[in-house]
């Protein structure tokens, strides 16, 4: 064994004190019965507070209903579409694969939006329904609404898990069970599916973490029939009584890591078995598309419809409402059409600067992203000491906690942590704030380009006399380069989809169009929300078709 | 220091006309040590305003001020009312910079952060230009004079389903139910504190509020946390009739969008005004003086006016402003005082009271 070096101390020393400061924070304040700049006293009177209120518990109700529900929705459908695209001969496949993930990539206000405009009671496809079938069948305000939307819109999440797994795996027990007359509905459920059911399960427990967190789509479908769910609730603290009530919110963010935690601890466990599982069964062998026969129509049907649902009806609805003035029952959309939404946005400087913003934290914030995620994941990397184990839990605490009040909590540490303070005003605060919130998905992406890298290659230049710095420089680092890249492109990605963690940090200098978009949406600018969000789809469509040019490989 | 020194020059080589120049700045009827304030100001440099009022709708005003202050830029951050507060009570905490001016249509919350010591006492030259209920103790104004309006779906409604007053919306609700059944909107109080405010304005000025709850209960009513979205459903028909929805906004869209229709009520007509303050920690004190002085000025509210947020000044003409709107409702407009009697509801015991009572009165509707 040798010494920890100074460098290593001091890049896991930063993780933890970008991870702890601001937990820290939210923890403290959640006991206090003030906030904790103004006089204050100690007590447990938030969480007494909260606890009495019915609207907590209707939300924590709901949140529970919404996270099962996109649980049993997302896993079959999201299994049975990675056994579509891996292993059959439907037809599209290349093509569809991207559009497959646009849902993971599309922030879920601008989805939200774009339902309300296309399925609410007067949406463009709810009249079109209308006419045809004299009512609309659906309610997309309803918490069952609520509830499929987030379902379908997470698909894509254990699509990317259970195909991967499946990817893995030999096909010779399919084949072997499509030649003695199974259909191939059969050879899904029976053969294929159980084989990756360790896979399922954890993007089941995924899907239900998400779910328990989820903000942007009942932020905005919530609000008429007063759906409240934790993250809203907490939301809705801003101003129920009146001054900001920041013990009560971080009160209720303490009660949603006290479930999301254990979730993700449970996430990497079943993540760990579910590598082991297919190292004992997969052997990657060679891998024939099995041939559906007439079930392809069927099956082109049922992800055309998925599609449908899930990308065309929110984001032609998005566009739609971009470029007209009003809309509704009796309106004729030729009357209304407009590119003023627009010039509004390039004449607003405020609108402007977000714009250039997000593009910057995209661009440049993702690759320096990219550079810290590849500095934790190289102090860590090929040591199986106490100091790596502590980081391999360290990096999941931020998943737990709601992007909204980690930027509430980023807000506190840069006004009241002086080194910092300089920052605040500056794109660099949220760039901190969406580096440490996306901390364990940047780490996976990055150890998993590390993991690639044969032991051997290190050794030979360790034997030759390098030291670590020099190994890490001349050896492994040219070897991940291009994982390097792609991470960057799917942090580019997931940095310019972020919404909730820029909220309370939004000021000038700081606009991103996410956090823009719940403010503008708090204070009414539909046409600005619409023109905002259609630019936000054209951002992360852009680094879309940049990722498959260059052949990322989308599936992690 | 070269710059500075040849400006030093080019004002020494000047300097017959610069009492001149100086004087013609101080606007009439101030009085002459003005000019020492805007040539502080200048030194200043900028003014930054913490602002409710979104950046397109204050556009005009604040070029007009750069127009006539040269050399002072407004540095304007347009964001929520609880976000103004937040921000200014958390800089302030931790000694950050903040806001020069506060400017927010949450008149509670402005009268408590001036109430807890937050605002620089001064005479604006311009006090005696607005009346009396918009001034409070020489630290926070009111600035504008916005009705608050019953908004309606042209397209949808028609003849007597309009309600023309707050009794005649209790009217409407209860007649025509069918054809408003899920369809009306207007604040969530709890989400909203301006909603929350205007509610218990109306539950003082309406003597008939109950009845006016339980109707709208009975409605099935949607309500929003912004006369945004409001408006925009409203617009859409997904709802058909709003109330407490600030006029200036829906003459704002209604300019745009042919659907949407404005109804000052005629019984009584709540009236809001944007509250402005100086911090008390200003670091552009004298900037931030110009810059109120300004708004309240003739040639500020015109400004106001002309963007539709409706001038308090008595002289300055208009539909929706205070000249207007004397002519058309008189004393039945109703302005809310900028008055610690504000504070009142902003007491968590009683706030959560009158939640309670409201959601029960909803409740009881249905």
């Given at each position: 064994m040798t010494r920890t070096s100074p460098a290593r101390i001091g890049v896991i020393g930063l993780t933890a004190l970008a991870v702890f400061l601001p937990l820290g924070l939210i923890v403290y304040q959640s006991l206090l019965n003030a906030p904790f700049f103004m006089p204050h006293a100690p007590g447990v009177g938030a969480f007494a507070f909260i606890f009495a209120d019915s609207d907590f518990w209707d939300a924590f109700q709901n949140s529970l209903v919404i996270a099962a529900s996109m649980s049993l929705i997302a896993v079959p459908l999201g299994g049975i579409l990675a056994f579509l695209m891996v292993r059959t001969d439907l037809p599209g496949r290349r093509w569809i694969e991207p559009v497959l993930l646009i849902p993971v990539f599309v922030s879920p206000m601008v989805l939200a939006f774009g339902y309300v405009v296309s399925a609410g009671p007067v949406g463009f496809y709810s009249v079109w329904a209308k006419q045809l079938v004299g009512g609309v069948p659906w309610n997309v305000y309803s918490l069952t609404g609520i509830a499929i939307i987030a379902g379908l819109t997470h698909v894509p999440h254990v699509y990317l898990y259970?195909?991967?797994?499946?990817?893995?795996?030999?096909?010779?027990?399919?084949?072997?069970?499509?030649?003695?007359?199974?259909?191939?509905?059969?050879?899904?459920?029976?053969?294929?599916?159980?084989?990756?059911?360790?896979?399922?399960?954890?993007?089941?427990?995924?899907?239900?973490?998400?779910?328990?967190?989820?903000?942007?789509?009942?932020?905005?479908?919530?609000?008429?029939?007063?759906?409240?769910?934790?993250?809203?609730?907490?939301?809705?603290?801003?101003?129920?009584?009146?001054?900001?009530?920041?013990?009560?919110?971080?009160?209720?963010?303490?009660?949603?890591?006290?479930?999301?935690?254990?979730?993700?601890?449970?996430?990497?466990?079943?993540?760990?078995?579910?590598?082991?599982?297919?190292?004992?069964?997969?052997?990657?062998?060679?891998?024939?598309?099995?041939?559906?026969?007439?079930?392809?129509?069927?099956?082109?049907?049922?992800?055309?419809?998925?599609?449908?649902?899930?990308?065309?009806?929110?984001?032609?609805?998005?566009?739609?409402?971009?470029?007209?003035?009003?809309?509704?029952?009796?309106?004729?959309?030729?009357?209304?059409?407009?590119?003023?939404?627009?010039?509004?946005?390039?004449?607003?400087?405020?609108?402007?600067?977000?714009?250039?913003?997000?593009?910057?934290?995209?661009?440049?914030?993702?690759?320096?992203?990219?550079?810290?995620?590849?500095?934790?994941g190289l102090a860590t990397h090929r040591k199986n000491d106490g100091w790596s184990r502590f980081v391999d839990y360290l990096v999941l605490v931020p998943r737990a906690i709601p992007g909204l009040l980690a930027g509430l909590a980023f807000l506190w540490v840069f006004l009241f942590f002086p080194p910092l303070a300089p920052l605040r005003t500056t794109i660099a605060s949220i760039w901190i704030a969406y580096t440490v919130v996306w901390l364990a998905y940047g780490m996976r992406?990055?150890?998993?380009?590390?993991?690639?890298?044969?032991?051997?290659?290190?050794?030979?230049?360790?034997?030759?006399?390098?030291?670590?710095?020099?190994?890490?420089?001349?050896?492994?680092?040219?070897?991940?380069?291009?994982?390097?890249?792609?991470?960057?492109?799917?942090?580019?990605?997931?940095?310019?989809?972020?919404?909730?963690?820029?909220?309370?940090?939004?000021?000038?200098?700081?606009?991103?169009?996410?956090?823009?978009?719940?403010?503008?949406?708090?204070?009414?600018?539909a046409d600005m929300v619409a023109a905002l969000s259609l630019i936000n789809v054209v951002l992360v469509a852009v680094g879309l078709a940049v990722a498959l040019r260059f052949g990322v490989n989308l599936h992690d | 220091m070269n710059r500075s020194r040849r400006t030093l020059l080019a004002v020494a080589a000047t300097a017959a006309l610069v009492p001149l120049l100086a004087a013609a700045q101080v606007p009439a009827g101030y009085p002459a040590n003005y000019a020492d304030v805007i040539a502080t100001a200048k030194k200043e440099g900028k003014v930054v305003v913490y602002s409710t009022t979104d950046t397109a709708s204050a556009n005009a005003l604040i070029k007009d001020f750069q127009a006539l202050y040269p050399g002072i830029s407004v540095e304007y951050n347009d964001m929520n009312s609880t976000e103004v507060y937040n921000r200014f009570i958390s800089e302030r905490a931790a000694n950050a910079g903040s806001a020069d001016v506060l400017w927010s249509s949450a008149m509670d919350l402005q009268i408590k952060l001036a109430n807890d010591g937050g605002a620089l006492e001064y005479a604006s030259p311009e006090i005696s230009t607005i009346p009396a209920w918009a001034v409070w103790k020489n630290q926070a104004f009111g600035s504008t004079y916005e009705p608050i309006a019953i908004v309606y779906n042209k397209r949808l409604l028609t003849g007597d389903e309009i309600p023309q007053s707050h009794a005649d919306?209790?009217?409407?609700?209860?007649?025509?139910?069918?054809?408003?059944?899920?369809?009306?909107?207007?604040?969530?109080?709890?989400?909203?504190?301006?909603?929350?405010?205007?509610?218990?304005?109306?539950?003082?000025?309406?003597?008939?509020?109950?009845?006016?709850?339980?109707?709208l209960g009975a409605a099935g009513p949607r309500f929003q946390s912004s006369a945004g979205t409001m408006m925009e459903r409203i617009s859409s028909?997904?709802?058909?009739?709003?109330?407490?929805?600030?006029?200036?906004?829906?003459?704002?869209?209604?300019?745009?969008?042919?659907?949407?229709?404005?109804?000052?009520?005629?019984?009584?007509?709540?009236?809001?005004?944007?509250?402005?303050?100086?911090?008390?920690?200003?670091?552009?004190?004298?900037?931030?003086?110009?810059?109120?002085?300004?708004?309240?000025?003739?040639?500020?509210?015109?400004?106001?006016?002309?963007?539709?947020?409706?001038?308090?000044?008595?002289?300055?003409?208009?539909?929706?402003?205070?000249?207007?709107?004397?002519?058309?409702?008189?004393?039945?407009?109703?302005?809310?005082?900028?008055?610690?009697?504000?504070?009142?509801?902003?007491?968590?015991?009683?706030?959560?009271?009158?939640?309670?009572?409201?959601?029960?009165?909803?409740?009881?509707?249905?």
């Amino acid at each position: 064994m040798t010494r920890t070096s100074p460098a290593r101390i001091g890049v896991i020393g930063l993780t933890a004190l970008a991870v702890f400061l601001p937990l820290g924070l939210i923890v403290y304040q959640s006991l206090l019965n003030a906030p904790f700049f103004m006089p204050h006293a100690p007590g447990v009177g938030a969480f007494a507070f909260i606890f009495a209120d019915s609207d907590f518990w209707d939300a924590f109700q709901n949140s529970l209903v919404i996270a099962a529900s996109m649980s049993l929705i997302a896993v079959p459908l999201g299994g049975i579409l990675a056994f579509l695209m891996v292993r059959t001969d439907l037809p599209g496949r290349r093509w569809i694969e991207p559009v497959l993930l646009i849902p993971v990539f599309v922030s879920p206000m601008v989805l939200a939006f774009g339902y309300v405009v296309s399925a609410g009671p007067v949406g463009f496809y709810s009249v079109w329904a209308k006419q045809l079938v004299g009512g609309v069948p659906w309610n997309v305000y309803s918490l069952t609404g609520i509830a499929i939307i987030a379902g379908l819109t997470h698909v894509p999440h254990v699509y990317l898990y259970s195909s991967a797994a499946l990817k893995s795996l030999g096909s010779d027990v399919e084949e072997a069970a499509r030649m003695t007359g199974s259909s191939p509905f059969r050879v899904a459920r029976d053969v294929s599916l159980p084989m990756v059911a360790p896979s399922l399960l954890f993007s089941g427990v995924l899907v239900f973490f998400l779910g328990f967190e989820i903000f942007g789509l009942p932020l905005v479908l919530g609000d008429p029939e007063g759906h409240l769910v934790l993250a809203t609730y907490l939301y809705k603290l801003t101003n129920k009584l009146g001054t900001p009530s920041y013990h009560l919110m971080a009160a209720v963010a303490v009660c949603i890591v006290a479930v999301t935690f254990p979730l993700v601890i449970l996430q990497r466990y079943l993540l760990k078995n579910a590598g082991k599982y297919v190292t004992v069964k997969g052997k990657a062998g060679r891998q024939r598309p099995l041939p559906l026969g007439n079930w392809r129509w069927i099956a082109a049907a049922l992800l055309g419809l998925w599609l449908f649902l899930t990308v065309i009806v929110p984001i032609s609805g998005i566009a739609l409402r971009a470029f007209v003035s009003n809309w509704g029952e009796g309106v004729t959309l030729a009357d209304v059409w407009t590119l003023d939404h627009f010039r509004e946005v390039f004449a607003q400087p405020t609108l402007l600067r977000g714009i250039l913003n997000t593009v910057l934290i995209g661009v440049i914030g993702g690759a320096l992203a990219v550079a810290c995620y590849t500095a934790i994941g190289l102090a860590t990397h090929r040591k199986n000491d106490g100091w790596s184990r502590f980081v391999d839990y360290l990096v999941l605490v931020p998943r737990a906690i709601p992007g909204l009040l980690a930027g509430l909590a980023f807000l506190w540490v840069f006004l009241f942590f002086p080194p910092l303070a300089p920052l605040r005003t500056t794109i660099a605060s949220i760039w901190i704030a969406y580096t440490v919130v996306w901390l364990a998905y940047g780490m996976r992406l990055v150890s998993s380009s590390l993991l690639q890298v044969g032991p051997e290659l290190e050794e030979a230049a360790r034997t030759a006399g390098a030291p670590r710095g020099r190994v890490s420089r001349d050896v492994t680092l040219p070897l991940i380069r291009y994982g390097l890249l792609a991470s960057w492109l799917l942090v580019f990605m997931i940095f310019e989809r972020e919404y909730s963690t820029g909220v309370y940090l939004l000021g000038p200098g700081t606009e991103v169009i996410g956090s823009l978009l719940v403010s503008l949406w708090g204070s009414g600018g539909a046409d600005m929300v619409a023109a905002l969000s259609l630019i936000n789809v054209v951002l992360v469509a852009v680094g879309l078709a940049v990722a498959l040019r260059f052949g990322v490989n989308l599936h992690d | 220091m070269n710059r500075s020194r040849r400006t030093l020059l080019a004002v020494a080589a000047t300097a017959a006309l610069v009492p001149l120049l100086a004087a013609a700045q101080v606007p009439a009827g101030y009085p002459a040590n003005y000019a020492d304030v805007i040539a502080t100001a200048k030194k200043e440099g900028k003014v930054v305003v913490y602002s409710t009022t979104d950046t397109a709708s204050a556009n005009a005003l604040i070029k007009d001020f750069q127009a006539l202050y040269p050399g002072i830029s407004v540095e304007y951050n347009d964001m929520n009312s609880t976000e103004v507060y937040n921000r200014f009570i958390s800089e302030r905490a931790a000694n950050a910079g903040s806001a020069d001016v506060l400017w927010s249509s949450a008149m509670d919350l402005q009268i408590k952060l001036a109430n807890d010591g937050g605002a620089l006492e001064y005479a604006s030259p311009e006090i005696s230009t607005i009346p009396a209920w918009a001034v409070w103790k020489n630290q926070a104004f009111g600035s504008t004079y916005e009705p608050i309006a019953i908004v309606y779906n042209k397209r949808l409604l028609t003849g007597d389903e309009i309600p023309q007053s707050h009794a005649d919306l209790t009217r409407v609700l209860t007649t025509k139910l069918d054809k408003l059944k899920g369809k009306v909107t207007t604040y969530d109080i709890e989400k909203s504190g301006v909603g929350f405010m205007l509610i218990t304005q109306d539950s003082k000025q309406n003597p008939k509020f109950w009845d006016l709850a339980k109707a709208l209960g009975a409605a099935g009513p949607r309500f929003q946390s912004s006369a945004g979205t409001m408006m925009e459903r409203i617009s859409s028909g997904e709802n058909v009739l709003g109330f407490n929805i600030f006029a200036s906004y829906a003459a704002l869209r209604a300019k745009k969008d042919p659907s949407i229709g404005i109804v000052l009520p005629k019984d009584y007509c709540l009236v809001m005004s944007r509250v402005m303050f100086i911090s008390k920690t200003a670091k552009n004190p004298n900037a931030a003086k110009l810059w109120l002085d300004y708004v309240l000025s003739k040639r500020g509210q015109a400004q106001i006016a002309a963007s539709d947020l409706g001038s308090i000044r008595a002289d300055v003409e208009g539909e929706m402003t205070a000249a207007g709107i004397s002519k058309t409702l008189g004393d039945r407009a109703k302005p809310i005082p900028v008055s610690t009697d504000l504070l009142g509801y902003l007491d968590q015991t009683k706030r959560l009271e009158f939640i309670k009572q409201w959601t029960a009165a909803i409740k009881g509707g249905k």
